[in-house]
């Protein structure tokens, strides 16, 4: 059976999404961009893809990326942005009916690029995202939440994570 990921990597100025359709363990790169904050966006933008794909609803779930705290950085502010992107997320899934999980950035980190130095993440992530997808975006330029929020849902595929929903 074919399921659907919706990987989310929230940010402060954007919000990168990737979708994977995977079929008995194999997954594919099927469409990414950049989308907008808000409930409404985030809800329009689910609708209007997952129409543009005719995927439907009960074979869709949505990954998203959590946030910690940083205490080095000690920036509230931006963490509540952090905070309130997930949340219009997560309940612009719940509203359509998509469930929705939230995966911890060390999580999929440590699990998709490896054991790493912290100032290397980017080049690791590069590619990681490369060894994955190379053959599904050929030679664009892919942004670098976009290319989290696929590997998020990568993680959730490859770690066995697909949630299990009723037909």
Known sequence: MTH???GIDPQEEAI??????TFKGVYRLLDWSLVQKGFIEARQTLLITLDYHDIPLMYVQLAIEGQYFNWKKRNPAMFQK???ARRDWECAALHIGIPCQVVAPKTWQS????KGVRAQLDKLADMAFANRF??????RKIDKHVRDACLIGAYVIE???LLEQDE
Not at 111 to 114: C, F, S, V
Not at 134 to 139: S, T, V
Request: avoid cysteine; charge should be neutral; glycine fraction near 20%.
């Open 4 to 6: 659907y990921v919706i």
């Open 159 to 161: 770690a066995g994570k």
């Open 134 to 139: 190379a053959e599904d975006i050929g030679n």
């Open 82 to 84: 952090l905070i309130e």
């Open 16 to 21: 990168g999404m990737g979708i994977l359709r």
């Open 111 to 114: 699990k998709m690029l490896g």
